[in-house]
Structures are given as C-alpha cells and as structure tokens.
C-alpha cells in the first residue's frame, strides 16, 4: 500500500517534549540572570539556539528542564513508537515497539526505519518515506504486512511525521499501529458483502469486480492467452419449485447446485488459469468465468460438464428434484472487450438456448446476433413509421379457376424503411404483435384497402366488384374494438361489407371462444366474410368448422407444391425445367377438404398456384379460386387497374405471367 500524508499524527506537544527527552543531551546553559529576569550583559549566557563566536553551532537547542517525565511518557505509552534520524536509522525505541516486532527494544537503536516496517517494499511507499526524510513532505501512513521475529505476521499502520515544526527539532517520530484485528473483521465483513448467504458463493458484485479486472489485466504479457471466456446459466423451471415447494427447498436447491457448479470448475482447472471462477449473480442465474480461456472448444466442454453434473436428481428434504439448466456461452478477446458487452452477449445466447429448447447449452453467434439487433432496430422504429407513411400497400389477385377472372385480391402490407429497404410482412408482422403496434397498424391497413378496393369498383362500374381480403391478427380482435373499426370504415369508405374478407390464421381461429367468437359472429351478421388462412397446417380440428361464422378456407401451400409436376418449361414446371416427386396424398387431402368445405357450404382458395398443372388439377378437384405467382405476384393498386381493364367484358380472364414484373 503506497504512502500516504492523510490522517491525524501524534500531537505536536508530545513530539517536541520526545524530542527533548531522546534526542538532547542534558546540557547546563551558565545563565545568570537578574531580577527582572533579564540576562545580564557580559554574563556569558546566550539565547537558547545562537551560535558562539568561533564555536560550533548547537544542534539541538531544547530545554532541559521537565524531560524525566516526557521519557517515561516515550517507554511506557501503549502506542509503539521509535524516533528517527534524518537518515532514517533509529535513534530510540519504546517497549511497545519492540514488544509490538517480537524484539529487544534496545537492539533497535541503529537499524534503518525502513527495514523495521517494511517502507522499501514498494516504490510509491519508498518515494514517500525520503520525501519526509527530507523534509518535502510534511508526514506518511501507510498500511503494511509484518514479521516478528518469531514468524508470526501482523497488519500495522505505519505513521511518520517530523518531531517538531521544522528548525526546532531534527528527527522524525515512527508510530506503528497494529490493525490486524480491524483488518481481519474488514475481511470478514468483504466476505460477507461479496458472497452470496445461501450459497456462499461469490456474488454480482465479486463477479465483476473480478471480471472488470480479467478484462483489465494484459494476459500476452503475463503469459496468458489475451482471451476470456464465459459460461451464463439458467435452471429451467426453477420457479415452479418455489412456487410449490416453498423457498426454503428452493434455496437448499440452489445451494446443492452450487457445489455441483463448484466440483466442475474444480475439475475444469487449467495449469495456466486455474480453476474458472463460480458466481450466482441472482435468482437462479450463475456464471462460470474463465480467464485466460484457450478457446470456445474449452468453454463447450466446460458447459457440457455443466449439464451433465444437473442430470442426475438432487435429494433435498426426503424429495428427489430433477432441474436443467440453459448455458449461454462466449468466448473472445480481452482486447476491445467491455464487461457489459461480454454480459450483454452471454445473455443473448441464454435466450437463444432456452428459445431453442432448454437444457442445452449455446455458443454466441454474431451473425444472429446482428439480425438480434436489426430486429430490435426495427420493433423501436415501428410506431414512428405508421405516422411517417412509410408503409404501403401490395395486392395479389384471387382469380376463378373456372373462367380466370379476378374475383379479389389480397392486401400484402410492405415497409419502405428508409434503411434496410422495402421489407416483407415477415420481417415485421410478428414484432408489432409483440408491442401491440399492429393494432394502428392494422387500422391503416385496413382503411387503405377499403378505400382502394372503393375505387376499383367505382372505376369499373360494369364489371362485377371484387373483393378485398385483409389478414388481422388475434391481438387486433382482443386489443381492439375491431367490429367498430370494421363498421367505421367501411361507413367511410362506402364499401359494401360483403366485398370485404378478413383472414384469420387457422390456429387463431381453432378453439376461439369468448370474446374471439363474439366478434367473429358480429362481424359476420354485418356481412362480412370470414377466412381461415393457411387451413390444413395447424389445428385442423374440422368439429369447428360447423360452429365458426367462416365463409371460406384458403388452403396452405404446402399442399399445392406437393402436386406432380407434367412436364418442364413455362407452364409446365419449375422455371429450372426440374420435375417434382409426385405426393398422390397431397391430391388426396386436398380433394377432401374441398369436398367438405362445399359440403358445409363454403368456399375454398388454393395459394402458392405456381404453374398451370397445379391449377389444371386444382379445376379439376373442385377448388373455386386460386392465388399465386402463376397469375401474378404482389404489385401495386396500378397494376390491379390494368389487370381488371384487360379482363373487362369479352376477355378470356387472367392469363398466366400477366401481371408479373
């Protein structure tokens, strides 16, 4: 511990009175004086302190008078003390000192301060200790470690500071305190803050301390490896057990998996590194930290042994307990490394393991990572660019596989971001239905469609109307007023309800009850048609067709790609010329569902219709309409236009390509 001038040193009044006790010679000055009490002229006396002519200077010009009682003060004060020479040798030590060093005080006299209390042992301390010698510095504490002489070591506060004010007395006064007990009860009570009670392993704040100084320490130039690795778990489930066992189980839980943590990293030691720190940063989370790591292969390893040790049940009160654990690991360099990244990027993999199923143990992957981070980029950007405008909307035909007409469209929402460019409803969709933004967001979206689909039908007065289709979330029928939005704007669009569709995903509508099915019915007792969307890959629980207000089903594509392909080339196949395996339950299954969804009378959508084999075979079993990339992709308002001019009266319907950019 380097020096210091801070702190209160031994009282002026005593240094003095020392100094005059240990360091003068009793001396008779021949003073005659008068009555006054003033010296007489010629008497031979000089003031105390003034040099004789031709003599020497006296050294020490003190008093004699009153020092018996200051050097009994010196031998018998319970503080250890020595004095010192200006050059740093001690002149005289009390019994305390020599009691306090293991020594016979009278052998001190003559050895060198510094070497008594260990002053040279670290250059700050030394440079401080002949800083006071000279008189640069007006006093030092520091704190040291010491040995007696008879091996035994103690904590002591080292105090040096000048006898006197400078000119009265020379030497120095060194005090030695013994604080090993203050110094034991501050260790215990540093335990105490820096470990956790239930199971007395270090803490958060231990764990970064010891991580912000791994970060800090030069590992190439300690001979270590310049790289740190991190192992962040979690128990799966762990709650459950509070919740039902009590918290008393739960933290004797908590403390056997501790001891398993601990044997791993007992076993996991390396030569070089020692074993990896074991921390419980809080709740049912623990860290295992390893410096000077040597790779992600040795982190794997250390997490894989981390699972296997929690395989095996814990025995807690009469009870056999079974726990996972999700790990999320990172290994990097220290180099450009800040103790929040490293914990930001453990965390993130942490979700990742339990997000990928838990009980299991996952390595940071930065190229996830950035889509982590895009995906957060744009969940805080969502709201902002429904008030700038920065959505729009595309329409896919719905054409009659009879007469190849176009009987509506399906509105497909995009997001002209102004930084990662036009972006599709996957990349969106699901981030405003966590924030609840899909609730405005849906309202746009549904009044943009109205009021467009409003305007083909104004702009074709003699052709038959088309409808619109417009997807909605569940979180819009529960968040919202959707029969008040749906009656609102179609009263301000003038669109008739029977030309609007919403589409509602199967699993979304499979098991509605509630306020779900209320709304469902209203909507439909408004004449408005209901869809269930991708049909055939969710629930599929058919005892819900006969209860739900739904008009129409759109079959997923999954089935539809499953058709054999006749042929290569344009019409005929994939547009590489390769043929597909044939997939006859493909046919068969969606030749059923046609069948009962006529048979419950309603109508049925094939989506993703790729080439004309696919909709010859879709014609031939019955379905009604078809969508897909065969009659036209998703394109503007615009392109809808010219395509409902050209299928105006006497035209054969929607030829395949027309309408593809």
């Known amino acids: 511990m380097s020096g210091t001038s801070?702190?209160?040193?031994?009282?002026?009044?005593?240094?003095?009175?020392?100094?005059?006790?240990?360091?003068?010679?009793?001396?008779?000055?021949?003073?005659?004086?008068?009555?006054?009490?003033?010296?007489?002229?010629?008497?031979?006396?000089?003031?105390?302190?003034?040099?004789?002519?031709?003599?020497?200077?006296?050294?020490?010009?003190?008093?004699?008078?009153?020092?018996?009682?200051?050097?009994?003060?010196f031998a018998t004060a319970p503080l250890a003390m020595a004095v010192v020479d200006p050059d740093g040798l001690v002149v005289s030590a009390n019994d305390t000192l020599g009691a306090l060093l293991g020594t016979d005080p009278a052998d001190l006299p003559g050895r060198a301060a510094a070497d008594l209390v260990d002053l040279a042992s670290d250059a700050g301390t030394w440079h401080a200790y002949r800083e006071v010698l000279r008189g640069d510095r007006s006093r030092m504490r520091c704190t040291r470690r010491l040995k007696r002489a008879d091996g035994h070591a103690l904590w002591a506060q080292v105090t040096l500071s000048p006898l006197a004010p400078s000119g009265e007395a020379p030497g120095l006064l060194l005090s030695v305190a013994d604080i090993s007990a203050r110094r034991e009860l501050q260790a215990r009570l540093r335990h105490l803050q820096m470990h956790d009670p239930v199971t007395r392993l270090p803490n958060r704040a231990l764990f970064f301390e010891r991580l912000t100084a791994a970060l800090e320490n030069d590992g190439y130039e300690h001979g270590g490896t310049g790289r740190i690795g991190l192992c962040y778990l979690d128990l799966d489930g762990f709650k459950a057990v509070n919740d039902t066992l009590g918290h008393r189980v739960g933290d004797r839980l908590l403390a056997a998996v501790a001891e398993r943590l601990a044997r791993c990293a007992e076993q996991a030691a390396h030569a070089r590194s020692g074993a990896p720190l074991v921390a419980r940063l809080g709740g049912d989370e623990f860290a295992l930290l390893v410096a000077d790591s040597t790779g992600t292969e040795q982190l794997a390893d250390l997490a894989e042994s981390v699972l296997a040790a929690l395989q095996e049940p814990f025995e807690i009160r009469d009870r056999r307990l079974s726990v996972t654990a999700s790990v999320g690991v990172v290994e990097r360099h220290t180099a450009g490394t800040t103790a929040t990244a490293l914990m930001q990027a453990a965390d993130t993999t942490l979700y990742w393991a339990k997000a990928d199923g838990r009980a299991r143990w996952t390595l940071f992957d930065p190229e996830r990572n950035a889509h982590r981070m895009t995906r957060q980029a744009l969940a805080a950007t969502l709201r902002p660019a429904i008030d700038r405008g920065e959505f729009a909307l595309e329409y896919q035909p719905l054409v009659g596989m009879e007469d190849g007409r176009v009987r509506g469209v399906e509105a497909l929402i995009r997001w002209n971001h102004p930084q990662f460019g036009v972006l599709a409803p996957n990349r969106f969709i699901a981030l405003a239905e966590e924030d609840g933004s899909i609730v405005p967001l849906g309202r746009w979206i549904l009044r943009t469609a109205c009021s467009q689909a409003r305007r083909w039908q104004l702009a074709h007065p003699g052709e038959p109307p088309i409808f619109v289709s417009v997807n909605v979330a569940v979180r819009q029928v529960w968040d919202s007023d959707l029969v008040a939005d749906v009656a609102a704007t179609l009263e301000e669009t003038g669109l008739a309800p029977g030309l609007l569709q919403?589409?509602?995903?199967?699993?979304?509508?499979?098991?509605?009850?509630?306020?779900?099915?209320?709304?469902?019915?209203?909507?439909?007792?408004?004449?408005?048609?209901?869809?269930?969307?991708?049909?055939?890959?969710?629930y599929s629980n058919l005892a819900y067709l006969s209860r739900l207000p739904v008009s129409a089903l759109k079959l997923d594509g999954a089935f539809v790609r499953g058709f054999q392909y006749e042929g290569a080339g344009a019409g005929g196949g994939p547009a590489d010329g390769t043929a597909r395996a044939a997939s006859p339950a493909d046919e068969v299954i969606v030749e059923a569902m046609v069948q009962l969804a006529h048979r419950l009378g309603l109508t049925v959508t094939a989506e993703c219709v790729e080439t004309s084999d696919q909709a010859s075979r879709l014609r031939r079993i019955g379905c009604d309409t078809g969508q897909g990339w065969l009659y036209s992709r998703p394109v503007a308002p615009d392109r809808i236009s010219a395509l409902l001019a050209a299928a105006g009266p006497g035209a054969a319907g929607v030829q395949a390509g027309v309408g593809k950019p």
């Open 502 to 538: 919403l589409e509602l995903t199967e699993s979304a509508v499979m098991g509605s009850a509630g306020r779900p099915l209320q709304v469902l019915k209203a909507l439909s007792d408004m004449g408005v048609q209901i869809a269930i969307d991708d049909f055939g890959t969710g």
């Open 6 to 73: 801070e702190g209160p040193a031994p009282a002026a009044d005593l240094y003095r009175s020392v100094a005059t006790a240990v360091t003068d010679s009793d001396v008779d000055l021949a003073t005659s004086t008068d009555t006054t009490g003033r010296a007489e002229p010629g008497a031979g006396a000089e003031p105390p302190g003034a040099a004789v002519p031709g003599g020497p200077r006296p050294s020490v010009p003190q008093p004699c008078a009153g020092t018996a009682p200051y050097r009994s003060v």
